[in-house]
């Protein structure tokens, strides 16, 4: 599988020797921008396989607003970071990113986080649920889930876009995901451990929704976090 990159970067030097190591490498740039409004129009039409994601952009939206973005779009990006105040860190820790390239970086450092986070990405392409939605049989890559949640019979399946109704139980559904990446954390939910964002007593936030937390689960559930 080869790439197709969209640059974020409002330095012109930095996208020109990201463009020429990237062109070296043989990945595909289709696009680059130095703000929000054009980067997010551009990467909605042209849906990169990976963004390149300065941080710090020129402008009243910076490179986390972007971020925010495109998690709710499902599209994959990393982070092109230089030390940050504590605000930004803490603002960039809500968002998912499939890692970090810190500057000031060399080619070998890009290209090898690229390749990282490609591995990542056909990994997660590898793990897909099929349900049956309004007569039609949709796909679900498991890495979109946030979490699901039981409904007499029934299962629903939350991403961050969609949430869907599928005639199954919880139990028929969670046999089938990853459990390395999802588990249960109340009689009536599983969640995504790779959405975590924070956990009180009795709840865990997951991309922003507070789920129930149960004693049973919370000790399983805590050693994953620390893994």
């Known amino acids: 599988m080869s790439l197709k990159i969209y640059i974020v970067e409002d330095e012109p030097l930095i996208v020109t020797t990201i463009k020429i190591a990237l062109k070296k490498n043989n990945f595909e740039v289709i696009g680059c921008s130095g703000g929000y409004v054009k980067a997010i129009k551009e990467i909605k039409e042209s849906q990169p396989d990976l963004v390149l994601l300065d941080i710090q952009l020129t402008g009243i939206k910076d490179g986390v607003h972007v971020a925010q ?43 090898s986080n690229i390749e990282l986070a490609k591995n990542k990405i056909n990994s997660n392409q590898k793990e897909f649920i099929k ?59 599983w969640i995504n451990i790779d959405k975590y964002r924070s956990s009180s007593f009795k709840h865990i936030n997951i991309d922003g929704h507070d789920i129930p937390l149960s004693n049973t689960y919370k000790d399983i559930i805590m050693s994953m976090i620390n893994e």
């Open 69 to 111: 973005e495109l998690d709710v779009l499902n599209i994959n990006y990393l982070f092109l970071t230089s030390q940050s105040d504590p605000s930004t860190i803490a603002r960039v820790s809500l968002t998912s990113p499939l890692g970090y390239i810190v500057k000031p970086f060399t080619e070998a450092g890009l290209i």
């Open 131 to 189: 349900i049956k939605q309004d007569g039609r049989t949709i796909a679900i890559n498991q890495a979109h889930i946030q979490y699901l949640k039981a409904f007499d019979n029934y299962c629903y399946i939350h991403t961050a876009t969609e949430k869907f109704l599928v005639s199954h139980t919880l139990k028929h559904i969670a046999e089938q995901l990853n459990p390395s990446r999802f588990v249960q954390s109340h009689r009536s939910y």
